[in-house]
């Protein structure tokens, strides 16, 4: 499905006339890392492309990536925008063009997931459903810290949950650290099993 997604974007590249895959051939690889990461049954894409940038977001998954849309609005004026929707059939899925304004928009998107706890030591949510846990440790030196993320998920739950709790576990050491460029470690633990009721 990835393949038949970015061979559509390029199909619309074409169409405009977009100059993208002769300036940077290898653009597009960073949306296909994208969507091999977040792909999943009904989710949907912020994607906009023009003669020298692509940028796209998974929207419903943390605010921070749902803002996208609100940041490349005014890069270029030839640039176009896309809405992609994943079907939940294989290989099913829509890249519909929109305008600005809907492009905009799109950061409205519902957020199902939330954090519980600070933001060092945190429980996931998807509305009331808890995901995971995710603690944040910094180690290292002074001047070289890493930020640790240890995640321990909910035993069964979907592969957009392990995403969205490694996302989070991210913006936390983003957070944490004060800055984008923070060096960390991604670390998964045993998922919790709860024992059902007699």
Known sequence: MIKAIIEAMKF?????????LQRHPKDLDIDMAMLERFVSPGLKYAWMVGDSHTHAAAL????????????????ANNDRFYLLTVGKAPEQFTLKE?????????ANTPIPYRMVGPVDSFWLYRNESRVGTCVVTREGTFEKPVYKIALTPMAGIGKIDREALQEWGQQAVTKKAGSLFARSQVEWLDPIKLALAA
Request: charged fraction near 20%; charge should be negative; aromatic fraction near 8%.
């Open 60 to 75: 419903g998954i943390h605010q921070n990536l749902n803002e996208l849309p609100t940041y490349v609005t005014r890069l």
């Open 98 to 106: 929109v305008d600005r304004v809907a492009f905009a928009a799109l």
């Open 12 to 20: 619309e590249i074409a169409k405009y006339h977009l100059e993208l």
